[in-house]
């Protein structure tokens, strides 16, 4: 996709998608102090309370911090309909997301019932306006309806991954609902998979050639990829709910070909890319993300052929590591780094045009935020990501390496992107006093005529 084709007039306020970006990272370093200081055999289980506290700080307050602003950016420059009263949904839906995910890590770590119950109100209230937003904008759209399909995939997926949630987490502190660990898997999948991986699909087929240069994704991919890891997801569930084997079978193939050719295609357009000698870190967020994408592939069907590997405790929170920490976070960052800049030069270049200034007023995209900080943030990035996958095996040695570096990384970034709000309130203040300056020039001139 080129730029000329997105619908730059629909774009949201700045402040819109900034505070969640800002803040994301910021759970990152609340998941890696839960690492630092909670006892070790918490992460020896995916069923443990510290492990559900860290990883709802991850996909909540991490990933769907992340989700939310961008699709609210997407949904509004990409099929051109921005969502209706954005600006009030954002504050809301932030506001909700961020405390709801903080108490419901709490109600996990304490067992306070009251915090849980609280944190699944908040949430709900967030995803259901957040949802209710995106969808308005989609029915204002009027531009680029695959986009807007694999959207409402996304969106329908999140609902179900909500729905699931709200009911599991009853089930932890409600003494009349059941505990219903056997739709934990369901949950994870919507979530993980027709949530997140769909989502960044859509999003990849805009950004990838925009950002990264590279040829477009074939159409055919386009129109048809996210609707097929989407089917293939609900065979799957129905041979869960039904306990048919084939169903599952058939289901999980289909749903895991749809993420091969996904990783494989983007791998191959990153080779075939404009100004091949020219190496960007934000490059190998990505490859990162592909690459653990065909490792979690690789680990789910390595569990199907060998059923003893699937009875393992290591099997879950490999699986989870890779999707969440490899994938999901991997492409995040890759994609924080081109979004952010961009957004940043788009508001700055609409302020220029509006006070009719010389556009040298404005610093060069890639002056934002020099390579140098982004190659640091990454390398500390790739070492977390290996330290926690070794932690897996030997919690006691590599699990506070690994948040201390969590830590780190999550901190870099934050500061990566302040540096770029500097900038951009740097920038901002000159245009200010360069247009008092051509008032006050031409006041005179025009009072005299």
């Not at 709200?166 to 919507?190: C, E, K, M, N, P």
């Not at 969440?324 to 961009?342: Q, R, T, V």
């Not at 404005?362 to 926690?388: T, W, Y």
């Not at 540096?419 to 001139?445: C, F, G, N, Q, S």
């Amino acid at each position: 996709m080129k730029q000329s084709q997105l619908v730059l007039s629909q774009t949201p306020p700045f402040i819109v998608p900034l505070r969640f970006f800002v803040t994301a990272p910021l759970f990152g370093v609340g998941a890696a102090m839960l690492m630092l200081f909670l006892d070790k055999s918490h992460f020896g289980s995916r069923w443990s309370m510290g492990m559900l506290a860290y990883t709802h700080l991850l996909v909540l307050g991490y990933v769907a911090m992340v989700m939310q602003a961008a699709l609210l950016q997407v949904t509004s420059v990409l099929t051109g309909g921005q969502p209706h009263r954005v600006g009030v949904f954002a504050v809301i839906s932030y506001s909700t997301l961020a405390v709801g995910t903080m108490l419901l890590a709490t109600g996990f770590l304490t067992g306070i019932s009251h915090f849980i119950h609280i944190a699944m109100l908040l949430l709900a209230i967030s995803f259901i306006l957040f949802i209710g937003a995106v969808i308005s904008g989609l029915l204002r759209s009027s531009a680029q309806r695959n986009a807007g399909f694999g959207i409402g995939l996304a969106l329908i997926s999140l609902m179900i991954t909500v729905g699931l949630g709200i009911w599991l987490a009853l089930g932890h502190s409600a003494q009349d609902v059941a505990l219903a660990r056997h739709l934990t898997d369901l949950h994870l999948a919507f979530g993980l998979v027709g949530w997140g991986a769909v989502l960044v699909i859509t999003v990849a087929f805009a950004v990838v050639p925009m950002f990264q240069l590279t040829p477009a994704y074939p159409l055919i991919l386009i129109q048809n990829l996210p609707p097929v890891v989407v089917v293939g997801l609900t065979i799957w569930s129905s041979g869960y709910f039904l306990n048919n084997p084939t169903f599952s079978l058939i289901g999980g193939l289909v749903t895991v070909i749809g993420l091969i050719v996904f990783a494989v295609i983007t791998l191959w357009l990153q080779v075939k890319r404009k100004r091949k000698p020219v190496s960007e870190v934000t490059l190998w967020f990505w490859r990162c993300a592909m690459l653990s994408l065909l490792a979690a592939v690789l680990v789910w069907t390595s569990a199907l052929i060998f059923p003893a590997f699937n009875q393992n405790p290591v099997y879950p929170l490999l699986l989870g590591v890779l999707m969440i920490h490899g994938f999901l976070i991997s492409a995040i960052n890759g994609m924080l780094y081109k979004i952010l800049p961009f957004l940043t030069w788009l508001h700055l270049s609409i302020k220029v045009t509006e006070y009719k200034l010389s556009r040298r007023l404005i610093p060069n995209i890639k002056k934002l935020l020099p390579e140098s900080r982004v190659h640091i943030q990454f390398g500390a990035h790739l070492l977390m990501l290996l330290l926690i996958l070794a932690a897996l095996w030997q919690v006691s040695w590599f699990l506070v390496p690994a948040g201390i570096v969590f830590a780190i990384s999550n901190l870099l970034l934050w500061l990566n992107l302040l540096d770029v709000l500097k900038i951009y309130k740097k920038t901002w203040d000159k245009i200010i006093e360069a247009a008092e300056e051509k008032t006050a020039v031409t006041l005179p001139t025009e009072l005299s005529t």
